[in-house]
């Protein structure tokens, strides 16, 4: 009890001034970026909901009218046991003139059994087996080249697809032409398994299905997830498919940026993803998913900072929040720490509560938007109760497993000895700088 | 010792107490002096006068006939369906091998019950094969021939059926070992045959998935591992130069292992342009033209097949009475007793009509037609089956029928009046005659029912 009034004391004491001072990582990046920037951005999509709907129809109509054929491609490595869901929750689309490939890179499991099955039972229009592993991109890349649609989807095995999933992931494409991939809404299926698995619920639900709104909306929307994303064949023709990952999901869409594509997320289109239930496996994905940034964008792709055909704003400036974001502040979190450590260590115990409390504030006005715009509201009313621990998840269990993998992959390159990846393609990749 | 004589064409050879038919050529064969010679000898190098003799032999009726020894002169370049079919090779000079062959088997014809009646044809040609084995004493050894609809004959039982029902003898032959008659030895081949006439001879091919297309072509997947490029082997080729070219990167892919790999392969079908890896296999009968997936194909085994014991008993002994007598028993149907049973249940009820007389009568129904001799006797007894049933339609659950052939008939009626006896009988000459006419040819038949009450102590004559 004293400490509480101890507490307050102090924070009145301090004053608004200096308080700035203490918080300023928070207040000018945290705060700024994902709560008045979002809240702004957000606000503004809402008061366009009508001409977008209006144009929306019209787009569906015009979809509707030309019916193209639709190729989705579900590349992967031992998914038997997902494909029949898969396959299920295909064939329940609105949109049905769609051919279905699934490529099985090499499984060492029963997928082969099923997939032929499926095929040989007319449930899907093509399976197609590499009995030796060329890595989840060759794997696209197959698939790929036996797809016959106008459209292309690649779709993650262990996910399944609201029914007018298909149809709302390729209306944008009616909505501008230069529009060459469009990106899905990731959302959680088995968020009620673990503590792991709610926790991302939330990231899911605020770095995807809201964040990508806002990235999208301000021409800045970088990853298409490969869970669930469209393309255009011609777009994926001109720019030659999927290079070697891991983080292929995110270099494809910078090469359709560069290319001079627009890259669009569409929230109506939603797909259910099964998410790691460990924190150790989840520990290994984000590894895996936090190399890329070193890996393709400050490598591969550091040309987008130079003058070239294709520059643009929006490719630059994505670049720019992604570096500044996930790198830069991610460095200056550790300098904040020190800073903290150093100059207010005799009130170290009064600040970690306040900061702690302002992150918890600002993680509840995040989750207020999420409600505003999720169509799952009701069945996510649960997650409040996660909110406050999303603090240390992502403060904490994230910001480690990202600079850990920055460092191992900025000194050591670390992804081209991942396993994700068969050793002879990686080898190759890093040969050639890829 | 040898004396070769001739009866009108035919050539007979006598030798020790053995008389062979010789035969050289198709127009000197009579086939009516085989049940008189001992043994058949062929000497002409042509397979259709081997056919025709074997035909005409083994196909008799008589065991007498259809167990008789063939031999054949030995050619350069006989077929096998000749040399496994006949009961040894020889030369002219050879009659005494060919005598002590002949004495064998007619010594084991003569050890055989000759049984002429079998419950049924299947059951007729399993128990002919035991006994040509027994005769023989050697193993049922099928050969390959691609003549033969299952590629392989059965020596003896091939010729009991025709082409068409070549697959019943895999069944018989089953039929014989589930028994315990027979016993499979070693396996010999597998065969698969057509689910719609069992033929063995077929085309199998890779057919397309979507169409059922035959024509297809197969390429081979390459992987590019620099920029995971994969595509079919033509995506690679160049049309002047021999190097395979990455058409994503345009790198040439010079060392397999090193710069690509092929991890797959993919069918492409010229007809419909669909692709896929897995095509079906259908077979294309050559006999009947079905084309069909190869799963439907039926796999049975072809084994060298052996005589039991128990086989060995049942043609030294013949069937058992009961076996080739079931048929004369009546179909079973609720009311219609064996004539023993109906005389002891008679007996019972005139006892019984000591208390309660005058209305239990015993009734005759005769059946006469001169159509019905002229019918077989397995036609006699369905028909005798149909009238006892038709008879016991007319009468009580209660009530009992016992049939002693199509034309003699005897019936118990309980808790009867002579007044509804009476409109019973009219009922049955009526009905029964309607059904003899039905299945008889110009029948001219005549039924009538007589009847009588039942006393204790009465003596009926049946």
């Known amino acids: 009890m004293d400490f509480i009034i101890e507490f307050f004391k102090y924070w009145n004491y301090v004053g608004f001034g200096k308080m700035i001072r203490i918080f300023w990582y928070f207040i000018f990046f945290e705060f700024g970026r994902y709560v008045v920037l979002e809240f702004w951005v957000l606000f503004v999509y809402w008061l366009g909901r009508k001409r977008r709907a209006k144009e929306w129809e019209a787009a569906k109509q015009a979809l509707y009218n030309e019916m193209p054929l639709i190729s989705l491609i579900a590349p992967g490595k031992n998914e038997g046991k997902n494909i029949f869901k898969l396959v299920k929750s295909l064939n329940e689309q609105t949109y049905q003139n769609v051919e279905v490939i699934i490529v099985d890179d090499g499984s060492d499991d029963e997928t082969p059994i099923i997939g032929r099955n499926l095929e040989k039972n007319g449930l899907i229009d093509l399976f197609i087996r590499n009995d030796m592993r060329g890595g989840k991109a060759s794997a696209a890349n197959l698939a790929w080249r036996y797809s016959r649609g106008k459209f292309l989807l690649h779709l993650d095995a262990d996910c399944s697809f609201d029914r007018t999933a298909v149809e709302n992931i390729i209306i944008p494409f009616y909505l501008d032409p230069e529009i060459g991939g469009v990106g899905g809404n990731v959302k959680v299926r088995n968020g009620d398994v673990s503590l792991c698995a709610r926790l991302q619920s939330i990231e899911y639900l605020k770095s995807i299905s809201v964040g990508r709104i806002v990235t999208s909306y301000l021409g800045i929307y970088r990853i298409i997830s490969g869970a669930f994303g469209a393309f255009r064949m011609d777009a994926l023709k001109k720019i030659g498919v999927w290079d070697i990952g891991p983080g292929l999901d995110g270099d494809i869409t910078v090469k359709l940026r560069k290319s001079g594509y627009k890259i669009h997320f569409e929230p109506k289109a939603i797909c259910l993803t099964a998410v790691p239930t460990k924190f150790k496996v989840l520990w290994k994905q984000r590894l895996r998913w936090s190399r890329s940034l070193v890996r393709f964008r400050l490598r591969k792709h550091l040309d987008v900072f130079l003058p070239h055909k294709n520059w643009r704003w929006g490719t630059f400036l994505g670049f720019v929040e992604n570096i500044f974001y996930n790198f830069v502040l991610d460095i200056k979190w550790y300098i904040y720490i020190a800073d903290m450590i150093i100059n207010f260590s005799s009130w170290i115990w009064f600040l970690i509560p306040m900061n702690l409390a302002l992150y918890m504030v600002a993680g509840f006005m995040q989750q207020l938007s999420l409600s505003l715009w999720s169509e799952r509201s009701e069945d996510e009313r649960v997650l409040w109760w996660y909110v406050p621990l999303m603090v240390f998840y992502v403060a904490f269990f994230l910001r480690f497993c990202r600079t850990l993998a920055y460092i191992k992959e900025f000194f050591w390159k670390a992804s081209y000895r991942d396993p994700w990846n068969p050793q002879k393609s990686s080898y190759q990749a890093l040969k050639n700088g890829y | ?462």
């Open chain 2, 1 to 462: 010792m040898l004396a070769i004589n001739k009866i009108n064409k035919q050539a007979l050879i006598e030798y020790e107490d053995f008389l062979f038919m010789y035969v050289e050529e198709e127009e000197a064969f009579d086939s009516e002096k085989i049940f008189y010679v001992d043994a058949i000898i062929i000497n002409s190098s042509s397979t259709r006068l081997f056919e025709k003799v074997l035909r005409v032999t083994r196909t008799h009726y008589d065991a007498e006939i259809y167990l008789k020894p063939i031999f054949c002169v030995q050619y350069e370049g006989l077929p096998l369906q000749v040399i496994e079919r006949c009961d040894g090779l020889t030369d002219v000079t050879q009659y005494q091998k060919i005598a002590r062959t002949t004495r064998e088997i007619k010594n084991n014809v003569e050890k055989l019950f000759l049984q002429q009646k079998f419950p049924s044809n299947e059951f007729g040609v399993l128990y002919k094969t035991m006994q040509y084995l027994y005769t023989r004493n050697h193993d049922l050894v099928p050969f390959v021939d691609r003549h033969a609809r299952l590629s392989y004959t059965y020596p003896f039982v091939s010729l009991q059926l025709e082409d068409e029902e070549q697959k019943k003898i895999l069944d018989i032959l089953k039929q014989g070992v589930r028994d315990g008659f027979l016993r499979e030895e070693q396996m010999l081949d597998k065969v698969h045959i057509c689910d719609a006439c069992y033929s063995a001879h077929h085309n199998i091919r890779e057919t397309c998935l979507h169409c059922n297309g035959i024509d297809l072509k197969v390429q081979d997947l390459i992987h590019h591992f620099q920029c995971a490029y994969i595509g079919p082997e033509t995506d690679f080729m160049q049309e002047y130069t021999d190097d395979l070219i990455c058409p994503k990167c345009q790198k040439i892919l010079r060392h397999i292992g090193v710069d690509y790999d092929k991890p797959s392969h993919i069918f492409n079908c010229n007809t419909c342009s669909e692709h896929f890896q897995n095509p079906v296999f259908t077979y294309n009968c050559v006999d009947c033209g079905k084309i069909s997936d190869i799963r439907h194909l039926q796999e049975h085994l072809i084994k060298r097949i052996s005589l039991t014991a128990k086989g060995k008993q049942l043609v030294l002994s013949g069937l058992p009475k009961k076996t080739y007598e079931s048929d004369s028993k009546v179909k079973e149907v609720t009311g219609v007793y064996e004539l023993d049973v109906f005389k002891n249940i008679l007996e019972q009820e005139k006892a019984r009509t000591a208390f309660n007389p005058g209305r239990t009568f015993f009734g005759k129904v005769a059946v006469v037609d001169e159509k019905l001799n002229g019918i077989s006797w397995k036609e006699k007894m369905i028909l005798r089956d149909e009238l006892a049933r038709e008879l016991k339609s007319y009468l009580k659950e209660y009530d009992m029928v016992t049939a002693v052939s199509a034309g003699e008939f005897y019936f118990l009626k309980l808790e009867c009046t002579p007044e509804k006896l009476e409109e019973l009988g009219e009922l049955i000459v009526f009905n029964l005659e309607a059904l003899v006419k039905s299945n008889v040819k110009d029948s001219q038949v005549v039924v009538s029912v007589n009847t009588q009450p039942v006393f204790h102590n009465q003596t009926i004559v049946m």
